[in-house]
């Protein structure tokens, strides 16, 4: 059975991945499921030496918890206009959204955001794992155009430093504001 896979964190390039999925879904009138994948605090080695049963059940719990926050941010009560199946899953991102559109059928939709040189070392991009390792056809949705401003805005913030006003007026002249 077809459906559109999508990736789901809550961060604003997740939402733009789920509105890219879901309008998919809609075009091609199948189910959209949006997958949370967690790990425990530490990873899975910290699971093997003292995570318990109850910290697993709260890890899960809250991962279930973050994936009805996003579902809920990015429709609201009006929903995407098809159905919609939520899965968590313990494990790396890219394991679990390639595991779970393993159909040929399937579409795999996932956020592709900037990368850093320091995001890059820090942590692998999961556009490029399901790229190289999905057995279906993968859709990679660039961020909003915003998504820069809302970094830079930020960055001058954790700088502390002044707001330009005339950066203000020239974003309203772009945006047809005057």
């Not at 049963?53 to 009560?77: H, K, M």
């Not at 393993?102 to 790229?131: H, Q």
């Amino acid at each position: 059975m077809a459906r559109v896979v999508v990736g789901v964190t809550g961060t604003p390039g997740s939402l733009m991945a789920l509105h890219g999925a879901a309008a998919e879904a809609r075009v091609r009138g199948v189910q959209l499921l949006a997958v949370l994948a967690w790990q425990p605090p530490g990873g899975d080695l910290a699971s093997r030496d003292g995570c318990g049963p109850s910290v697993l059940a709260e890890c899960r719990a809250a991962a279930a918890d973050r994936l009805r926050d996003a579902l809920g941010t990015a429709f609201g009560v009006v929903g995407p206009g098809v159905p919609v199946a939520g899965l968590t899953v313990r494990g790396t991102p890219g394991a679990a959204l390639v595991d779970a559109a393993r159909d040929p059928e399937d579409l795999l939709v996932v956020g592709a955001g900037p990368r850093t040189p320091l995001r890059r070392l820090l942590r692998p991009s999961v556009a490029r794992y399901c790229l190289a390792h999905a057995g279906c056809p993968v859709l990679s949705v660039p961020p909003s155009p915003l998504q820069a401003e809302l970094e830079a805005a930020q960055r001058r913030n954790l700088w502390r430093l002044p707001l330009d006003l005339r950066e203000l007026s020239r974003l309203g002249q772009r945006e047809g504001g005057g």
